[in-house]
């Protein structure tokens, strides 16, 4: 009996103290905004999966790419709008940016990559470029154009702003000056689809000062990373519309065995460790 009932025992408090989100159904159960994909786990840095095709993330990404698409086919005119934001830093949103705009210029699209989380900016990360000028300069710099800090990668068919400079004055007076609606203008005016990666909305401020531009937001929630206490703030901005059209994104999602993104892909198992294995098959 004390044989069945310490394991049993250890794997019910290991259990009970995991506070993380770890499923799609946990993010529809905690939020009404509607749920428009997920990103599988990945292992490695495999930066840009234009670059490093890997199967079932390319797949998954082209399945956003679809679903973005439909969402925005009721938005008129040229010049969509995507913002992508999370709770915290580390969910992986610069990434979801820099993928989601690469596969959107590969479908013939004319894309422009923002960078637009000028506190901590991450895009350069994922996209080897060489700035000289970017986001930050533009907004304290009144004397340059928007064409002045874009940046033209050949081999992706993309523009990026990305900001190679940390603000000096708080950032909230930058982004309320008025050259940020300007780069808005520019965007919608000269492509098809305005990519922006904006700070995580827990953090700071900044993400709401500019989200009025948005015909989309993106909310990415990490799996495995962010607190479940933690889906009351999307929820509560989506009931209180203080950004507008949000949808959700799983980031780092579990692949479950014998499903996949298409076929061929069970070789992506769930390494979840064994005690909460054991708790999912008995729920």
Known sequence: MMGI??????????FALDNKVHTVKEIEAAIDAPYIGDIPEIKGDIGLITKNNVENISES????????FFILSKVKGRGKT????STIGGEGKSFISSNLSAVLA?????????GADIRKPKIKEYIKIDLKKGLTHFLMDEDLKVSDIIYHSK???????????IAPNPSEVLLMSGRFDELMAYGKENYDFIIVDTAPVKVVTDTFLIGHHADLFL????ANYLDKRMLELPQKLYEEKRLP????V???????????YGYGYGEHLDKKPWWKRVFNKQS
Do not use: C, H, W
């Open 61 to 68: 990404f082209r399945m956003l790419r679809s679903n973005v």
């Open 106 to 114: 590969l479908s013939n699209k004319k894309v422009l990559l923002i």
């Open 5 to 14: 009932i310490i394991p049993f025992g250890i794997m019910f408090i290991l």
């Open 250 to 260: 799983l980031n780092f999602a579990e692949i479950q065995k014998g499903y996949g």
């Open 155 to 165: 081999e992706l068919n993309m523009d990026i702003i990305d900001t190679n400079l």
């Open 82 to 85: 995507i913002f992508v934001t």
């Open 219 to 222: 909310y990415v929630i990490r």
């Open 245 to 248: 059209n949000i949808a959700m």
